[in-house]
C-alpha cells in the first residue's frame, strides 16, 4: 500500500480559502478512488470528498460547491482545494486510498481498518 502524506493545513479566517495536498509514495494510477476525510475530536472520521480514476467526484453536503477535489495520476498527488470557509470546517484532514465506506444519515463515515491513511493536517477556521 501507498504511504500517504498531506500538507497545506493551517490557520485561516472564515470566508477563507486553503488548498491541501496529499502526496503518495507510489503510483495511484491503478486505485479506483482517492479522497479526503476529516475528524474532530469526539466525532468519527466523515468523508469529505473523492475523486474516481474516471473523473467522477463526490462530496459530503456541507462542502458542495465550496471544496473541489483533484488528482493528478502522473504527479501521484491528491488535491483539496477549499473555498469559503466557516467554523464548522475545521478538523484534522486526512487522505485516503481504497477505504470502504459506509452511509449513516446521508453522512458517509469510511471504516479505519481499511485503506491506506495520511497522518492528517490540521485545519482551523477562525471567526
Known amino acids: 500500500q501507498v504511504q500517504l502524506v498531506e500538507s497545506g493545513g493551517g490557520l485561516v479566517q472564515a470566508g477563507g480559502s486553503l488548498r491541501l495536498s496529499c502526496a503518495a509514495s507510489?503510483?495511484?494510477?491503478?486505485?479506483?478512488?482517492v479522497g479526503w476525510y476529516r475528524q474532530t475530536p469526539g466525532k468519527q472520521r466523515e468523508l469529505v470528498a473523492t475523486i474516481s480514476n474516471d473523473g467522477s467526484t463526490t462530496y459530503a453536503r456541507s462542502v458542495k460547491g465550496r471544496f473541489t477535489v483533484f488528482r493528478d495520476n502522473a504527479k501521484n498527488t491528491l488535491a483539496l482545494k477549499m473555498n469559503n470557509l466557516t467554523n464548522e470546517d475545521t478538523a484534522k484532514y486526512y487522505c485516503?486510498?481504497?477505504?470502504?465506506?459506509?452511509?449513516?444519515?446521508?453522512?458517509?463515515?469510511?471504516?479505519?481498518?481499511?485503506?491506506?491513511w495520511g497522518q492528517g493536517t490540521q485545519v482551523t477556521v477562525s471567526s
Open positions: 485516503a486510498t481504497n477505504t470502504i465506506d459506509r452511509c449513516e444519515e446521508s453522512t458517509w463515515y469510511p471504516d479505519l481498518t481499511y485503506g491506506s
Open positions: 507510489g503510483s495511484i494510477s491503478m486505485i479506483h478512488t
